[in-house]
Nanobody
Framework: QVQLVESGGGLVQPGGSLRLSCAAS????????LGWYRQAPGKQREPVAS???????SYADSVKGRFTISRDAVKNTAYLQMNSLKAEDTAVYYC????????????WGQGTQVTVSS
């Protein structure tokens, strides 16, 4: 069982930055891939980024070059640094955990709202 607690969302102007955190607790956290999905109003949930170890990361094409995912193995916490934010990045961001090789997440965070608006 893994518990995920998110923080760091908020309101930011276009071009601004935010950093999301996802603190994981439970058994064998280090064996899980951590990442984020996001869901905008009226749209399906979509993957944003994931990390297993620093050399194993993935990003959606829409965020490549602007978002950076990292992971602190000691704190069992993942971070999503979001730069050059656009209005289309507005969504609820959900942290997740899944075993590597599984198609779908096993655990979800509570979600945090990110709003990009002037």
């Amino acid at each position: 069982q893994v518990q995920l607690v998110e923080s760091g969302g908020g309101l930011v102007q276009p071009g601004g930055s935010l950093r999301l955190s996802c603190a994981a607790s439970g058994s064998r956290v280090s064996m899980y891939v951590l990442g984020w999905y996001r869901q905008a109003p009226g749209k399906q949930r979509e993957p944003v980024a994931s990390i297993y170890v620093p050399s194993a990361t993935s990003y959606a094409d829409s965020v490549k070059g602007r978002f950076t995912i990292s992971r602190d193995a000691v704190k069992n916490t993942a971070y999503l640094q979001m730069n050059s934010l656009k209005a289309e990045d507005t969504a609820v961001y959900y942290c997740y955990a899944k075993f590597r090789g599984n198609a779908e997440p096993s655990y979800w965070g509570q979600g945090t709202q990110v709003t990009v608006s002037s």
